[in-house]
């Protein structure tokens, strides 16, 4: 564990109990620059782990509840008559922050949707010809409901590309929620947070991740998976060149909070699941989810000795 | 390069080519460099009236321009000119190519085991100019291109073996080296003292001894071959002979019993140990004791035989023999008749005028040496009073004379003499060198003594480089006789390994032609070596090598690369070890598993595994030296 960071993963597990693995994920997230989808039923602590992360890398952080009507205006924001000056002007929206979390982005019309989804690919949004740079960093946690819930709009393949990891919380351990019953964490602990880090070295820490070396050793093992995602007939296709540098993208950052200047096949390994599986679409041939295939051809490919 | 290459294939030959030709060669190089470093171009007519010029001092010189020694020379200076006019990678590729056959114009000269080793370093700076010509890298530096040229030298192994055994053969050699003006040792059927200006001798064996008695000194191993009694004043040759009826033989006891391999002589005379007494199979034994075969000997030939003492006691020369051996041209060499006639009278016996004689021989100012004067008439006159130099055949013939001048019955003995012991193969081996002539007087009682005049030369009177050999000759003056032979032990055996070396050098490689040839390949079952036959050998084996080389050529490139194999291989240890590895794990992860559930192996495999990731994960690691590292830790796991 990178030494600057362990007081920030202390801070982070003590408010969500039990999941240090989605925590060190959505850390490597942030750190690869790369936005954060997480996945899973109402109640399981994902808002909490955006606002934790916020709080701890000392982010300005927005919080956008996407409804069924919910517009784009209201996220991005609108121009608007000022009575005093006579003329309109730009109300920036919630989408001009340092972190956003975008609550249950799949109930949201597609409309309203892809106008976060181009913020976050562009940096920058439009209104009436008038182009606005977002802040920087830029980081985008979204959450979104099982896409089998009801009133769901599902996220298009194109646009679920953009975000680097998708991870699901899943329910915490019995020793955990028995913490949790107790009331003595969660929400209440959130208050107590305080910034670790502030952006400059938030900023450094993000230049030494693009720094971390990838050996042609390990590019070997790298394009062995992706051929074999791209051959398996349990796809109905592999991984698209963005996906590659995504997983080269995200196992810097994972080798970095390992504390190493280098990449090895396992930091691939570690990432793989997260940065591939809301990718690829099980074809209709297969009965399985693309993670547990995903597994399993993790475990088939041997790595280049 | 070129220049430095071109002057190692022509050094061999500068010692062989007229003077001339080879300062030529040496100042074609030399031009050659100047032009290079200071950037001259000579204009091509230039470089036209030198071809010519030289096309005409060959013409010249050796009034023909084809030939060896014309044709050598000839080549060698083209070969000078076409490095003066390179200036293209394609003028440069034919003068490699060029270099190798010019190069090989070097055994026309030289067959020795040094010319052989000399042809292979100019081979491999042939082969490093090729290598450096097309390199794309650039030249790393001689040691890197003669390691490269190396093993394109052994590389090419197989297919030179297979060549050397199945390239057609010529019968005979493929060029003949007429030449009158000198003689060989060796054996001849005919002896002429006075026309040999200059003895060469051959180091070729002649045949091997074994013996199964006793074995005699070196210095009493006479090995009969022919008998000269006929001569005409200036050629000796075999007289008049029979072959012997038993009852004719006096009687005698056997002394050493031997078994003789012989070299095919292409001739039908074999050799004996003196004295002579019975014939081996199928051989004529006649009556002056020598031995003929039927047919011409021409593959390697064994027999057995033995030598014998004659009890000459009471046994009269007859007649007819008397006449023989006294026989004299009528005219000739009068002052060495007269000279023997005056030395005789004051003898009191045969004997003691046989060693007055050689007395002379030993005290007054006789030498001996390959090169004498050549005589044209009354030769003995001419080497007895004379010139007093000369070889065997000088001093058989003229000691026969002067037996024959002063009445006393003698003949010319001619064979080997010696024979050099090889304790590795418990065999006496005698040479071609060992050529000897001597003599045989007829003394009542005693029969035919065997007389040497030539081990009566005294031994400083002997040329230098001779000494050895001479003084290894039947010693009548064994008091004054100075020993030349190599100090006992290290020395000497380390000639006797170069004997060895270099006879299969000689016997195997050198003489390997068309009949060692058929006989090898019969013993494979191959019966005809026609020309088509082993044409279609050759093409075969070559297609089947060529292409077994090329799947070797595939397989090495799939071979893996040593960090991986040294990786498998610390795995398959691990395995042994009992620890299963998943094929997925990576090396960290093996690092894991060993920490959680082997420690006692997480200690020893880490730093290996370490090491491996450093290689192949880290940045910019010295891949070399950590290889080296992990290749050392891996092998003591």
């Known amino acids: 564990m990178h030494k600057t960071l362990t007081p920030v ?132 946690i979204a959450t979104q409901n099982p896409s089998h819930q009801i009133g769901t709009y599902p996220l298009p393949e194109s646009q679920l590309d953009r975000f680097l990891f998708r991870i699901e919380l899943g329910y915490p351990d019995p020793s955990f929620e028995r913490v949790l019953l107790k009331g003595k964490s969660g929400r209440q602990n959130l208050n107590t947070i305080e910034p670790l880090l502030d952006l400059t070295e938030l900023l450094s820490i993000q230049e030494a991740v693009t720094q971390i070396t990838v050996s042609e050793h390990l590019l070997s093992y790298v394009i062995t998976l992706i051929k074999v995602t791209r051959e398996s007939p349990d796809f109905a296709h592999g991984i698209s060149p963005r996906g590659g540098l995504a997983l080269i993208k995200a196992a810097k950052a994972w080798a970095f909070l390992d504390g190493r200047d280098y990449v090895l096949p396992e930091d691939i390994q570690q990432v793989f699941i997260p940065v591939v599986a809301h990718r690829l679409e099980s074809s209709l041939k297969s009965n399985s989810s693309a993670v547990s295939i995903l597994e399993e051809l993790l475990a088939q490919v041997k790595v280049p000795s | 390069m070129l220049i430095a290459i071109q002057a190692v294939v022509l050094f061999p030959l500068w010692f062989e080519i007229p003077s001339w030709i080879t300062a030529a060669t040496i100042g074609l190089l030399i031009v050659k460099y100047l032009t290079y470093k200071f950037n001259i171009k000579l204009p091509s007519w230039f470089l036209l009236i030198f071809v010519f010029s030289a096309f005409i001092g060959i013409f010249a010189y050796f009034r023909t321009i084809s030939g060896r020694d014309a044709g050598v020379g000839l080549i060698c200076l083209m070969y000078g000119f076409k490095l003066l006019e390179s200036k293209s990678y394609r003028d440069a590729t034919l003068m490699l190519f060029i270099s190798f056959f010019i190069m090989v114009m070097a055994f026309l000269f030289n067959q020795s085991i040094a010319m052989g080793l000399y042809l292979l370093l100019a081979m491999l700076a042939i082969l490093s100019g090729i290598v450096a010509l097309n390199s794309i890298n650039g030249i790393k530096g001689l040691r890197h291109l003669s390691k490269l040229s190396g093993v394109a030298l052994l590389q090419a192994i197989p297919i030179m073996l297979v060549l050397f055994f199945l390239f057609p053969r010529l019968p005979g050699p493929l060029w003949a080296m007429p030449d009158k003006s000198q003689g060989g040792t060796g054996i001849s059927d005919s002896m002429s003292p006075g026309d040999i200006g200059s003895l060469t001798t051959f180091d070729d064996p002649a045949f091997r001894v074994k013996f199964d008695s006793a074995v005699p000194s070196a210095s009493e191993m006479y090995w009969r071959g022919m008998v000269f009694s006929n001569y ?304 279609y050998g050759l093409v075969v084996t070559l297609l089947l090598s060529s292409l077994l080389f090329g799947l070797w050529l595939l397989r090495k490139s799939i071979k893996r690369d040593p960090v991986e194999k040294y990786y498998e291989l610390l795995k398959q240890k691990l395995m042994k070890q009992g620890v299963s590895i998943p094929e997925h794990y990576g090396p960290q992860a093996i690092i894991e598993l060993l920490d959680k559930r082997y420690p006692q192996l997480h200690e020893k495999y880490s730093i290996a595994i370490k090491f491996y990731i450093g290689i192949r994960y880290k940045k910019e690691t010295d891949d070399e030296s950590w290889f080296k590292r992990f290749k050392a830790q891996v092998k003591t796991l």
């Not at chain 1, 597990?13 to 620059?33: D, F």
């Not at chain 2, 001619?414 to 071609?432: A, K, M, S, V």
């Not at chain 2, 020395?491 to 004997?499: A, I, P």
Request: aromatic content about 14%; charged content about 25%; some cysteine.
């Open chain 2, 232 to 535: 005409d004043g200036f050629t000796w040759r075999e007289g008049s002979r029979s072959p012997t009826r038993t009852t004719n033989i006096p009687s005698f006891e056997t002394r050493y019993q031997y078994r003789v391999q012989m070299e095919p002589n292409k001739s039908r005379w074999l050799f004996g140990l003196e004295q002579l007494a019975t014939a081996p199979k199928d051989t004529y034994l006649f009556n002056d004791f020598t031995w003929r075969r039927p047919k011409k000997i021409i593959n390697q030939f064994n027999y057995s035989a033995e030598a014998v003492v004659y009890d000459y006691q009471g046994v009269v020369l007859s007649e007819f023999h008397r006449s023989v051996n006294l026989q004299l041209p009528r005219t000739g060499n009068p002052k060495s008749r007269e000279w023997a006639k005056t030395l005789f009278a004051q003898s009191r016996s045969t004997e003691d005028f046989i060693q007055r004689i050689l007395s002379i021989i030993n005290q007054q100012q006789y030498h001996y040496t390959l090169t004498p004067e050549v005589l044209e008439e009354d030769v003995v006159d001419g080497f007895w009073l004379g010139t007093r130099e000369g070889f065997c055949e000088h001093y058989a013939g003229a000691f026969v004379f002067m037996m024959r001048a002063a009445g006393v019955p003698a003949r010319v003995v001619t064979g080997y003499q010696g024979g050099e012991y090889n304790p590795y193969g418990d065999f006496y081996l005698i040479r071609q060198s060992d050529a000897h002539a001597w003599t045989e007087v007829w003394v009542d009682n005693k029969g035919w003594v065997r007389v040497d005049p030539t081990a009566a030369i005294h031994p400083s009177r002997i040329e230098e480089d001779l000494r050895p050999r001479a003084t290894r000759r039947d010693d009548w003056f064994s008091d004054k006789v100075v020993g030349f032979d190599l100090p006992q032990g290290f020395l000497q055996k380390l000639q006797m390994r170069w004997d060895a070396i270099k006879s299969f050098w000689d016997d195997s490689l050198m003489s390997y032609g068309q009949d060692e040839q058929h006989d090898w390949l019969s013993k494979l079952g191959i019966h005809s070596n026609q020309w088509r036959y082993l044409g």
């Open chain 1, 9 to 140: 993963f202390n801070q982070l597990n003590k408010v969500v109990l039990g999941k240090s693995h989605q925590v060190k994920l959505s850390v490597a997230c942030l750190l690869a620059e790369g936005h954060l989808l997480i996945e899973d039923l109402p109640g399981m602590g994902k808002t909490t782990l955006g606002q934790a992360i916020a709080k701890v890398f000392g982010l300005e952080f927005q919080r956008i509840q996407f409804t069924s009507d919910i517009l784009p205006a209201d996220i991005i924001g609108a121009n608007i008559f000022d009575k005093n000056d006579g003329q309109f002007k730009f109300h920036a929206g919630p989408v001009f922050s340092q972190l956003i979390l975008g609550d249950e982005i799949n109930r949201a019309t597609p409309k309203a949707q892809s106008a976060l989804l181009e913020a976050m690919e562009e940096q920058q949004v439009t209104v009436e010809g008038e182009t606005f740079s977002l802040p920087e960093p830029f980081f985008v």
